[in-house]
Each structure stands twice: as structure tokens, then as C-alpha cells.
Nanobody, 118 residues
Framework: QVQLVESGGDLVQAGGSLRLSCAAS????????MAWYRQAPGKQRELVAT???????NYADSVKGRFTISRDNAKNTVYLQMNSLKSEDTGVYYC????????????WGQGTQVTVSS
């Protein structure tokens, strides 16, 4: 059974930093591509960053240069370091396991709340 547990969300002032963590179990983490999504109130869920099993990364334009996704395969954990936070970064952040194939299914964590006050 796949389980993704996010942590690290908090209330922070604009310009501050947070690091989110997502601990995975029930999967072969080392061969899994992972991603972070976020959903602001009243908006659709959007992709924030992805990381492949080899460590290649990709970011939404809105977070490039401010956020860094990384992974620790020994700990089955993916991270999202968020710097220079803005009020528009406020939302629920979700960890996502990318399907291994086009026919497979992804898995979501329960989310962690990030609130940036201006």
C-alpha cells in the first residue's frame, strides 16, 4: 500500500523560507519520479516541481530560482526547499508519486498547508 506523508507546512512571513518533506512507503522509491503540486483556495491544483529517479528536476516558472526539489533515496523522502516566499505561494502542498508507466496510477499525499503572510 502506497503511503506519502507530507510535513513542514507552516505560517511564514513573506520573504521567509520553509522546507517541506514527503516520506514515502510501500513503493520502490529509488525508481520513482516524484513531484510537488499545490492548490490555492479557489484555484486548480498546479504542478510546482518534479524530480526523476536520476535527480533531474523541472520547475514551474512561478517558482524557478526560489524553490528546490531534492530527494534522499536512503530515507525514501523527497523535499521541497522554498525560499523568498510570496503571498501567492500560499496553498496546500501535495506530494505526488508519478506512475511508472502510462498505464499506471499515481499516488497523492494528504497535503500540508503553507500560508505566507504579507
Amino acid at each position: 500500500q502506497v503511503q506519502l506523508v507530507e510535513s513542514g507546512g507552516d505560517l511564514v512571513q513573506a520573504g521567509g523560507s520553509l522546507r517541506l518533506s514527503c516520506a514515502a512507503s510501500g513503493i520502490v522509491f529509488s525508481i520513482s519520479a516524484m513531484a510537488w503540486y499545490r492548490q490555492a483556495p479557489g484555484k486548480q491544483r498546479e504542478l510546482v516541481a518534479t524530480i526523476t529517479m536520476t535527480g533531474s528536476t523541472n520547475y514551474a516558472d512561478s517558482v524557478k530560482g526560489r524553490f528546490t526539489i531534492s530527494r534522499d533515496n536512503a530515507k525514501n523522502t523527497v523535499y521541497l526547499q522554498m525560499n523568498s516566499l510570496k503571498s501567492e505561494d500560499t496553498g496546500v502542498y501535495y506530494c505526488y508519486k508519478v506512475p511508472l508507466s502510462a498505464a499506471g496510477f499515481g499516488s497523492w499525499g494528504q497535503g500540508t498547508q503553507v500560508t505566507v503572510s504579507s
